[in-house]
Nanobody, 124 residues
Framework: QMQLVESGGGLVQPGGSLRLSCAAS????????IAWFRQAPGKEREFVAA????????FYADLVKGRFTISRDNAKNMAYLQMNSLNPEDTAVYHC?????????????????WGQGTQVTVSS
């Protein structure tokens, strides 16, 4: 069974950091582009960051550029999102997603596989 499972979310104060992890099982991440999306209450799911199959290319939503870093470790079948300088507007459920065609896109319809998400709450 192909599955993505996120972890690492939690409650953090403004200005703090979190590192999210995305573990794949039942398939190898090597052949997939990986992205992180987030969804805040009452809002649409929005693109955060994406990384190419070999990790050589990344791109970010403007709102997180310079604060968040996406990475992957294909040997461990894992992807990560390092989040620094968090602010309350970053509060959301964060989902990782995999595109079997390896496209690097902010278009969520390209991503065939999704995790259930991990909650990130930024509050004092």
């Amino acid at each position: 069974q192909m599955q993505l499972v996120e972890s690492g979310g939690g409650l953090v104060q403004p200005g703090g950091s979190l590192r999210l992890s995305c573990a794949a099982s039942g398939f190898s991440l090597d052949y997939y582009a990986i992205a992180w999306f987030r969804q805040a209450p009452g809002k649409e799911r929005e693109f955060v960051a994406a990384i190419s199959r070999n990790g050589g290319t990344t791109f970010y939503a403007d709102l997180v550029k310079g604060r968040f870093t996406i990475s992957r470790d294909n040997a461990k079948n894992m992807a990560y999102l390092q989040m620094n300088s968090l602010n309350p507007e970053d509060t959301a459920v964060y989902h990782c997603a995999a595109d079997p065609l390896g496209r690097l896109s902010r278009n969520r319809t390209f991503y065939a596989y999704w995790g259930q998400g991990t909650q990130v709450t930024v509050s004092s």
